[in-house]
């Protein structure tokens, strides 16, 4: 099947600092891609929509000045959490949908950890 | 908006029960309908899709059906086994918009 690949899958960071965070499709072209966030034991929320060669579209509450998001190419999407701070430290994990869809597909996951 | 429940939301049983994890939306006009496992710390695994036209579908030891009219989808797991310990996560979705996910319900299959 499709495979979405995120790198890394864990990181921890000094307060203050960015971190970057990739997601690639490996064997298909994405176009689109998600950016979720999960807490412990909660399920994933929507942060941003990755659009190729445009810019992101952010969820209400989600700070893109924060969370930069860049698309610059059909199969790698690329998240950067800046200045970052320990309520930053969650689970990250892409997704996108293989040719348009149905099914959508999911990285690894990040585990990013601030202290 | 669209919203997802899952229930329950923890389930622990013995080895080789057949059991049924529930997801319900409140929006029934839904696209596709995707089961996911997640282990902890991991990304998430696609188990199932079914597409709106579709009532069910079945991979090994798992079937999922999908009532569009009623908001509801059932994954079924038989004779479960201790690998089967994970978190099942629901999702909907309309076209090829973000996915919206329920809670999930942890499943612990005891030997």
């Known amino acids: 099947g499709a495979v979405v690949s995120q790198h890394p899958s864990r990181v921890i960071c000094k307060s203050g600092t960015s971190v970057k965070i990739e997601c690639r499709s490996l064997?298909?072209?994405?176009?689109?891609m998600f950016w979720y966030r999960q807490f412990p034991k909660q399920s994933l929320m929507l942060m941003a929509t990755?659009?190729?060669?445009?810019?992101?579209?952010?969820e209400q509450g989600v700070e893109k000045d924060k969370f930069l998001i860049n698309h610059a190419s059909l199969t790698l999407s690329t998240l950067t959490v800046t200045s970052a701070h320990p309520e930053d430290s969650s689970f990250y994990i892409c997704?996108?949908?293989?040719?348009?869809?149905?099914?959508?597909?999911f990285g690894q996951g990040t585990r990013l950890t601030v202290v | 908006k669209q919203e997802v429940t899952q229930i329950p939301a923890a389930l622990s049983v013995p080895e080789g029960e057949n059991l049924v994890l529930n997801c319900s939306f409140t929006?029934?006009?839904?696209?596709?309908l995707q089961w996911f496992r997640q282990d902890p710390g991991k990304g998430l695994t696609s188990l199932l899709l079914?597409?709106?036209?579709?009532r069910e579908q079945t991979s090994g030891r798992l079937n999922a059906s999908l009532d569009k009219s009623s908001g509801r989808s059932t994954l079924y797991i038989a004779a479960s086994q201790p690998g089967d310990s994970a978190t099942y996560l629901c999702?909907?979705?309309?076209?090829?918009?973000?996915?919206?996910f329920g809670k999930g319900t942890r499943l612990s299959v005891i030997a």
């Open positions: 997704s996108a949908f293989l040719d348009r869809g149905p099914e959508a597909f």
């Open positions: 064997d298909f072209q994405a176009t689109t």
């Open positions: 990755s659009n190729e060669g445009s810019k992101a579209t952010y």
């Open positions: 929006d029934s006009a839904i696209y596709n």
């Open positions: 079914i597409q709106s036209s579709q």
């Open positions: 999702a909907v979705t309309v076209g090829n918009t973000p996915l919206v």
